[in-house]
């Protein structure tokens, strides 16, 4: 398997993870939320401002609503210098990673942005906009 599709595996396979939390959250109460993802569920993502300079470099944002009310992200991994990330201190690192978190808890989490009992969501439709990626990104197991 060549690095590029290594990357792209490992990056379906992350949306794959988050889409199947989503479905998990939307149908069964916390409690029985598996395990590995209950962090999503305790932690303080909701509240949590990542600083600036990671805020900066590693951009995602709600876009909209498509016309089923699916919340419509756009994740700008192209900015993602992940590699250069994870080559600073180890704080820096834990706040790349809890920002990394904190993306999938609002794509999580917006689904009921727009849901009602009436018009139920257990969707949301991510965006990766890989422009600027660099494929020195893929030389650092860390960074996948």
Request: zero cysteines; glycine letters at 4%.
């Given at each position: 398997?060549?690095?590029?599709?290594?990357?792209?595996?490992?990056?379906l396979?992350?949306?794959?993870?988050?889409?199947?939390?989503?479905?998990?959250?939307?149908?069964?109460?916390?409690?029985?939320?598996?395990?590995?993802?209950?962090?999503?569920?305790?932690?303080?993502?909701?509240?949590?401002?990542?600083?600036?300079?990671?805020?900066?470099?590693?951009?995602?944002?709600l876009?909209?609503?498509?016309?089923?009310?699916?919340?419509?992200?756009?994740?700008?991994?192209?900015?993602?210098?992940?590699?250069?990330?994870?080559l600073?201190?180890e704080?820096?690192?834990?706040?790349l990673?809890?920002?990394?978190?904190?993306?999938?808890?609002?794509?999580?989490?917006?689904?009921?942005?727009?849901?009602?009992p009436?018009a139920?969501?257990?969707?949301?439709?991510?965006?990766?906009?890989?422009?600027?990626?660099?494929?020195?990104?893929?030389?650092?197991?860390?960074?996948?």
């Amino acid at each position: 398997m060549t690095p590029v599709s290594s990357a792209l595996s490992v990056l379906l396979l992350h949306f794959l993870l988050i889409s199947t939390i989503s479905s998990v959250k939307a149908q069964i109460p916390n409690d029985e939320v598996p395990a590995e993802l209950q962090f999503l569920t305790t932690g303080d993502y909701d509240t949590w401002t990542p600083p600036e300079d990671i805020a900066k470099s590693y951009p995602y944002y709600l876009s909209g609503f498509d016309d089923q009310n699916r919340p419509i992200w756009v994740l700008e991994f192209g900015k993602w210098d992940i590699r250069s990330g994870l080559l600073k201190d180890e704080e820096h690192e834990k706040a790349l990673d809890k920002h990394i978190d904190q993306a999938t808890w609002h794509f999580f989490n917006s689904t009921g942005l727009r849901a009602s009992p009436e018009a139920p969501n257990k969707e949301f439709i991510v965006l990766i906009d890989a422009e600027g990626y660099n494929l020195a990104q893929l030389n650092s197991a860390k960074g996948l």
